[in-house]
């Protein structure tokens, strides 16, 4: 009887984890949608001073999937700086050579 | 997550899935920087090859594979809820965006070809193919991959208890939406 309260416990706290998950999945995701279409309207100005943003929103977006979608976040520290280190390199890789 | 996903021997997805992850991000990040600079010397050659992408297919190209992304990413979390129904069903939408990816790239490769823009037509376009042609490989392989494994679940091969292969599988597949997060603004906005 102990045993199934506590399968049953294990049950509902996984199926809640689940559901936060999918939630700030689902939060991540419509975030994504929202600074991919920024980018593309920054993009239509045609203005090239803009072209920080437009990178600044592209790190944005690849610390979001990183953290959230591949699941960093629950990783240890140096998988969650690994992440950060590349994305690193990649904005000063672009602003000394744009 | 696995349980052992605080541990570094174990990244999201597994080490080996990790190494893969940072030699193909240092591999696109080297051309993207190679690119940046033979732009910054030639910039009127790059500005008119760029006029002939299409800045919208690229962004809406984008958003199908980050939403193919998150129906992955939702995938793991119904396998490890024992929902292996949902988990399947959450794979089949990836695939199906994987494929509207490839098809919406293969239409514009396809525009390409036939204006003549082929890989020697200028440096821009040596690069345009390079980056985007070996991303488009990666997808293809992912999309096969994921095939797989939607099938493997669906035959409950893979339970809450035996999520790793699912995991690399779901890494590997969050590996194309972060090379095509680096490339896109480069190759169609700036």
């Known amino acids: 009887m102990r045993l199934n309260l506590d399968f049953n416990f294990s049950c509902t706290l996984s199926f809640i984890t689940m559901n936060k ?76 050579l744009y | 997550m696995n349980q052992n996903s605080k541990s570094i021997y174990y990244p999201p997805g597994g080490i080996l899935i990790w190494f893969l992850i940072l030699l193909e991000i240092f ?51 119904q396998l490890k809820n024992n929902d292996n129904k949902k988990s399947a069903r959450s794979v089949k939408i990836a695939i199906f965006f994987g494929i509207v990816f490839l098809i919406i790239k293969s239409t514009e490769f396809y525009g390409k070809i036939n204006h003549g823009i082929g890989f020697t037509e200028n440096t821009f376009f040596t690069f345009y193919w390079l980056m985007t042609g070996f ?25 809450s208890t035996n999520t790793f292969d699912v995991e690399s599988s779901a890494t590997y597949w969050h590996l194309c939406d972060l090379i095509w997060i680096l490339i896109f603004p480069v190759l169609y906005l700036l």
Do not use: C, D
């Open chain 2, 27 to 77: 591999t696109f990040l080297g051309a993207i920087f190679v690119f940046l600079y033979k732009r910054s010397a030639e910039l009127e050659e790059f500005k008119q090859a760029q006029a002939f992408l299409n800045p919208l297919v690229g962004t809406i190209n984008t958003i199908v594979l980050i939403t193919s992304g998150y129906f992955m990413a939702n995938s793991l979390h």
């Open chain 1, 21 to 96: 998950e999918i939630y700030i999945n689902t939060i991540s995701w419509i975030i994504l949608i929202a600074l991919i279409l920024a980018s593309f309207t920054i993009a239509e100005t045609h203005n090239s001073q803009l072209f920080l943003v437009i990178i600044l929103l592209s790190v944005i977006k690849f610390l979001t999937i990183t953290f959230q979608f591949v699941e960093v976040k629950n990783a240890h520290f140096i998988w969650k700086l690994t992440s950060i280190l590349l994305i690193t390199s990649y904005i000063i890789g672009v602003l000394i």
């Open chain 2, 135 to 159: 991303h488009y490989i990666h997808v293809l392989f992912g999309v096969g991959l994921l095939a797989y494994v939607q099938y493997a679940i669906s035959k409950n091969k893979y339970k």
